[in-house]
């Protein structure tokens, strides 16, 4: 399984067992990371950064998070409104004015942090390619016809919600996404998370391992528009692509580092991205019920899917981060091997998570 190195906490002993037991069975390689308040308390890697296993994952490894990119998108959202930039509660039309096309006037900027948009798919047939190309992607959006009535039905934007949010970054604030939140999030935090990688990272990265199998929920409400094999997030092209949704490369501790700003009150290591009323927007309840797009039930906040005090989503294949806003605990987990075992993922995630609720509560 290789070695795990870094460093952990006494009491979170837990996780590291998770860790070591998931690389021992199904990882190749992986990184873990807990915060408690602004105090890394888990800081661990291990396994192997290719396939072959020829390779160590080392402290500096970085990967493709796919969605679990969502979550930078989302916070760079509240970041604005916090600061009296950008309105939540506003038509995306005010900022957008070609959006307000296609009936979608009344489409909000939360609805589209909250999967109720009703802009799920590109209706238009898209190539791969073009997702790479942000004016089309955008204008394809902007002149689309909803499916449903905005607020009304939550349907996962797996990859249109990036666009979405970037454009209306981009308009709000002169800059994209990508670099808003290099020069404004991860620059400030010294968080090595990239949407979108510059080429002298490249060295660095572990290639995504496609799943072996992929689980027949997972086929059904594939799009598959456009075509997305997991393999293209090894390509060039894929790893300095501006897509919000999912071209996001980084490691455990870079993912918890930023996503802590919203479990400390919106100040982590001496800086202050946003106050604690914005911090608590993300719980504010956008849908719940069942999910058309994943055929599970889901309730979603300002960017985040909610369970209680914690707010959290995945990347395709397994990655996950997990705020929880009332302990003040971050948890992260980032591999190179994809499992997909259903539109909930696969449990590897969810095992870190709990093993380090076992070390907060052995503290409290």
Same mark, same amino acid.
């Given at each position: 399984m290789g070695d795990i190195h870094g460093s952990f906490d006494g009491r979170f002993g837990a996780v590291r067992d998770a860790l070591a037991e998931s690389l021992a069975d199904r990882d &190749?390689?992986?990184s873990v990371a807990v915060f408690v308040g602004? *105090?890394? &308390?888990?800081?661990?890697?291990g396994g192997y950064a290719d396939a072959g296993r020829s390779r160590p994952w080392e402290r500096d490894t970085i990967a493709c &998070?796919?969605?679990?990119?969502?979550?930078? #998108? #989302?916070?760079?959202?509240?970041?604005l409104a916090d600061r009296g930039v950008l309105d939540l509660d506003a038509p995306v039309a005010t900022y957008w004015p070609e959006f307000g096309a296609g009936g979608k006037e009344k489409v909000l900027v939360r609805h589209v942090l909250g999967h109720t948009a009703g802009l799920p798919v590109w209706? *238009?047939? &898209?190539?791969? *390619?073009q997702l790479y190309d942000w004016a089309t992607m955008t204008k394809l959006l902007a002149e689309q016809v909803p499916a449903s009535e905005p607020g009304e039905v939550g349907a996962y934007h797996a990859l249109t919600?990036?666009?979405l949010i970037g454009e209306v970054v981009r308009r709000v604030t002169g800059r994209s996404l990508a670099a808003f939140f290099a020069e404004e999030v991860a620059g400030p935090l010294g968080a090595d998370f990239h949407l979108?990688?510059?080429? *002298?990272?490249?060295?660095?990265v572990a290639p995504i391992i496609p799943a072996p199998a992929r689980a027949a929920e997972l086929r059904a409400w594939g799009s598959g528009n456009p075509p997305l094999p997991a393999e293209t997030a090894n390509t060039e092209a894929w790893r300095r692509a501006d897509i919000p949704s999912a071209s996001g490369f980084g490691n455990a501790r870079s993912v918890a580092a930023v996503q802590s700003v919203l479990a400390c009150g919106g100040e982590v290591r001496g800086v202050r991205l946003l106050s604690e009323a914005g911090c608590r927007r993300v719980l504010e309840e956008q849908f719940s019920g069942e999910d058309a797009v994943l055929g599970r039930q889901v309730r979603y906040g300002m960017g985040y899917s909610l369970q209680g005090p914690v707010c959290t989503w995945g990347g395709w294949g397994g990655s996950v981060v997990a705020v929880d806003l009332d302990t003040r605990m971050t948890v992260a987990y980032v591999m190179n091997q994809m499992l997909e075992e259903g539109p909930i993922g696969d449990y590897r995630g969810l095992e870190i998570l709990m093993a380090a609720y076992e070390g907060l509560s052995s503290s409290a």
């Open positions: &190749v390689g992986a602004d *105090e890394l &308390v888990v800081d661990l890697w &998070v796919w969605s679990t990119s969502k979550t930078m #998108a #989302a916070l760079g959202a509240l970041i209706t *238009e047939p &898209v190539r791969t *390619e919600q990036g666009y979108g990688l510059a080429a *002298e990272h490249d060295r660095r």
